[in-house]
């Protein structure tokens, strides 16, 4: 880092600076609360009582049948990552949008003031992992084409592990159904030992039932709806590190800021933006 640069100190200019908010997702626990409430209602509905759902020998066989599946098809790096990014699904770091642009605003009329080293002293308060890793190769890279390439290659492999980590998770809710229905069947053996006990047999074959729904449920009301959730939120990663591509390449090429303020605008979904 050069001495001038150093010297630098961010200016009125960059007041617009984004900050990522580490939040719970309250959609998340709007829905999950939502279908607590639904397949309790609907369980009460029925006049069973909610302790007969309640199987020790069905959880154990689902839960553990399919997280033992699980780690047989996946990769043990990727099963960890997977796991990671689901504990991250409730406290996800989001950077708003239009704050995004403007924090690239300010750095696009640093750069055209100043010269593009000019923004080196500034990279270290980017609000985004991605932003500072963009603006630094700016400034080290010679060639545009290079540049590019390196965005890009980072982008991609991003969405990559983006989709790895769903499709985990999508692998595993397609093994807890069948899981469930071999926990059916252990259940129904059972019940078949005591099969001159008509009573007894009546009340087994639904405890042996439960198995099948606890399959249901992991798979349809967690592990599936988890996966698409996973792929939304990639898609709105690879949105803003396309953004954040545009607006460092036009840094690089010193394009005016009122054509960025253009380009940029056409990520966002508001339209309603304010013209430079």
């Not at 932003?131 to 390439?149: C, F, G, P, V, W």
Request: net charge neutral; proline share 4%; with cysteine.
């Amino acid at each position: 880092m050069s001495t001038t640069a150093v010297a630098l100190k961010p200016t009125h200019e960059l007041q617009h600076i984004a900050h990522r908010t580490k939040r719970l997702d309250f959609a998340i626990l709007a829905g999950i609360i939502i279908v607590i409430a639904a397949v309790t209602a609907g369980i009460a509905l029925t006049g069973v009582h909610l302790t007969y759902f309640f199987q020790p020998t069905g959880a154990l066989i689902v839960l553990g049948g399919t997280l033992g599946v699980t780690i047989i098809a996946t990769p043990r790096s990727a099963l960890v990552h997977s796991a990671h990014r689901l504990a991250q699904l409730l406290h996800a770091s989001r950077t708003p949008r239009g704050a995004l642009v403007e924090e690239l605003m300010d750095y696009v009329r640093t750069a055209r003031i100043r010269g593009p080293l000019s923004i080196e002293p500034l990279i270290a308060n980017a609000s985004d992992p991605f932003l500072r890793e963009a603006l630094a190769l700016t400034i080290d890279l010679t060639q545009r084409a290079e540049l590019q390439s390196t965005l890009e290659t980072k982008i991609r492999l991003c969405e990559r592990q983006g989709e790895a980590d769903a499709k985990t998770l999508e692998v595993a809710g397609g093994f807890a159904p069948t899981i469930g229905i071999i926990g059916t069947v252990v259940g129904l053996i059972d019940v078949l030992r005591q099969f001159t006990n008509v009573t007894s047999v009546a009340y087994g074959i639904g405890i042996a039932f439960v198995s099948t729904i606890y399959g249901l449920a992991l798979a349809n009301l967690i592990l599936l709806p988890a996966a698409t959730r996973i792929r939304a939120s990639v898609a709105e990663t690879f949105e803003n590190q396309e953004l954040i591509m545009e607006g460092v390449l036009c840094i690089f090429d010193r394009i005016h800021p009122a054509l960025v303020r253009e380009r940029l605008n056409a990520f966002l979904r508001d339209k309603a933006v304010a013209s430079e």
